[in-house]
């Protein structure tokens, strides 16, 4: 009790004193003082709680700008996935199976090439009773033959252009696995880049104005407009997918709104601010994080889960777990299971489907199909083929921007404020504190110890301090 009521006749807290100097103040002083001091001390926690709980949970604001003149606006990726070319598919049925083959095996062969997560044909000529199944079935190694039909880059874009000065498709339009199959991706980070590669610059400013992307497809494919972050994948919304036809004039007109990230941002933590920068990656499947690539994580985790075994579609797997005929007969039996995504906080946890806690990307856009038109332009004398022609509509007035209005400094304000308004209190009162409760104290131990033995009274502040100086 000694150490303690020195502590308190010392403290810079405020009222402590007056608690416990027993020859000024009389009971009711003190009890007063001890009231006051507790409420001080509650309304200080409420407020340092206040502050915790506004810190872990409203860091973060959007705000819209409208600054655009000072803008560039990046074009966003453009994916190229081929869908279903029956000619190749016929062509390499040929070489397969042989020219005399039955017409059932080349839907077997389509279903396995441009694999979408069912096998119907593959099923039905390949399983159940050993007479019933065709002997040519393709029993395995799947990824060899969706590698050996899949077109080639020069065998499915040419004539591209940005703003009617052309480019070369095949440079800029790099190969990419997804768990679709191959595409090809045009301003896409996700994408492997060769040595010494430049990428071509798509941005938008009031000095080129709205940019304009022209290329020729010459299969029937399936065209992904999506951020430069995202991937294709089985939920990618409908809205940003374009079912491509031969000999159409497809021009679409795009409206593009970015979010853009105050630097501080990065310095938040990711539970704080709700979502992950692209190089917070923790996911196999692509190199960078994306809403999309984190499905796609989710769905490989629960193929695995369920058929021990990945589809041989799935990016950066090893070959040696990729599905046989068996593991593509499970994969069909949890197709609704594996094909819809369930957010983890969603009240249909219970129904069928993949939950995944996957965040958003704090680089993703917002992208709206402002205007679209077909047209016919069917040539016979000309291999089919058909022309997107895609432009923004206008330049971006608007944009979202993420900032920081709760940073770790505005948290020690906050609760240096609180502590010293109400109690009086500094990060010098804590060592304070720490000081008279394990030096001060075991000095004091010392000096009662060596008090008694030599019949002394140490008691006195004053002496103690004099024995510290070696004058006792």
């Known amino acids: 009790m000694g150490i303690f009521t020195e502590y308190m006749l010392a403290s810079s807290l405020h009222?402590?004193?007056?608690?416990?100097d027993r020859e000024k103040y009389n009971r009711y002083e003190r009890i007063f003082w001890t009231i006051c001091i507790i409420l001080s001390w509650v309304g200080s926690v409420i407020l340092i709680m206040a502050s915790l709980d506004a810190f872990n949970n409203n860091a973060i604001s959007f705000v819209v700008e409208s600054s655009y003149r000072d803008w560039d606006t990046d074009f966003p990726a453009v994916f190229i996935c081929e869908n279903k070319n029956m000619d190749r598919v016929q062509e390499a049925a040929d070489r397969i199976f042989g020219e005399d083959h039955d017409f059932t095996l080349e839907e077997v062969l389509s279903e396995i090439v441009y694999f979408r997560g069912e096998s119907?044909?593959?099923?039905?000529?390949?399983?159940?009773?050993?007479?019933?199944?065709?002997e040519?079935?393709?029993?395995g190694n799947y990824s060899y033959y969706a590698s050996l039909v899949r077109s080639t880059c020069e065998n499915t874009v040419s004539h591209c252009s940005w703003n009617d000065v052309p480019f070369d498709c095949c440079k800029y339009f790099l190969p990419i696995s997804t768990e679709i199959g191959r595409c090809y991706a045009l301003?896409?980070?996700?994408t492997v880049k060769p040595k010494n590669f430049t990428r071509i610059s798509l941005n938008s400013n009031r000095y080129t104005g709205p940019g304009t992307l022209k290329i020729r497809v010459l299969t029937e494919s399936f065209m992904y407009t999506?951020?430069?972050?995202?991937?294709?994948?089985?939920v990618t919304p409908k809205t940003d997918i374009l079912q491509i036809d031969q000999f159409i004039h497809y021009k679409r007109q795009l409206s593009i709104k970015n979010v853009e990230n105050d630097p501080e941002t990065k310095d938040v933590s990711i539970s704080q601010r709700k979502c992950r920068f692209p190089e917070e990656n923790y996911l196999e499947v692509h190199k960078y994080y994306s809403f999309s690539a984190c499905s796609a994580q989710c769905r490989k985790d629960e193929q695995v889960r369920f058929c021990g075994c990945n589809s041989h579609v799935m990016p950066n797997t090893d070959p040696?777990?990729?599905?046989?005929?068996?593991?593509l007969v499970c994969l069909n039996e949890h197709y609704e299971d594996l094909s819809i995504v369930i957010a983890s906080w969603s009240k249909a946890r219970k129904k069928r489907g993949v939950v995944c806690d996957c965040l958003p990307s704090c680089n993703e856009i917002d992208l709206v199909v402002v205007h679209e038109t077909r047209d016919n332009i069917f040539d016979p004398s000309v291999d089919p083929y058909s022309i997107i022609e895609m432009s923004?509509?206008?330049?971006?007035?608007?944009?979202?921007?993420?900032?920081?209005?709760?940073?770790?400094?505005?948290?020690?304000?906050?609760?240096?404020?609180?502590?010293?308004?109400?109690?009086?209190?500094?990060?010098?009162?804590?060592?304070?504190?720490?000081?008279y409760f394990t030096i001060r104290a075991g000095l004091f131990s010392c000096l009662t110890s060596f008090g008694k033995k030599k019949k002394v009274n140490v008691?006195?502040?004053?002496?103690?301090?004099?024995?510290?100086?070696?004058?006792?």
Do not use: M
């Open 15 to 20: 009222g402590a004193k007056y608690v416990v």
């Open 226 to 234: 999506i951020g430069v972050y995202e991937v294709p994948n089985l």
């Open 320 to 327: 040696k777990s990729h599905c046989d005929i068996n593991g």
């Open 392 to 435: 923004l509509s206008n330049l971006p007035t608007e944009r979202y921007k993420r900032n920081v209005v709760r940073g770790k400094l505005d948290l020690v304000v906050s609760v240096g404020g609180s502590a010293g308004l109400f109690v009086g209190a500094s990060l010098l009162s804590f060592v304070e504190i720490i000081y």
């Open 120 to 134: 119907y044909h593959t099923i039905h000529e390949c399983t159940g009773d050993v007479e019933n199944i065709n």
């Open 459 to 472: 008691e006195d502040p004053e002496k103690i301090v004099d024995f510290t100086k070696g004058k006792f």
């Open 187 to 190: 301003n896409s980070e996700q």
């Open 136 to 139: 040519r079935c393709i029993l």
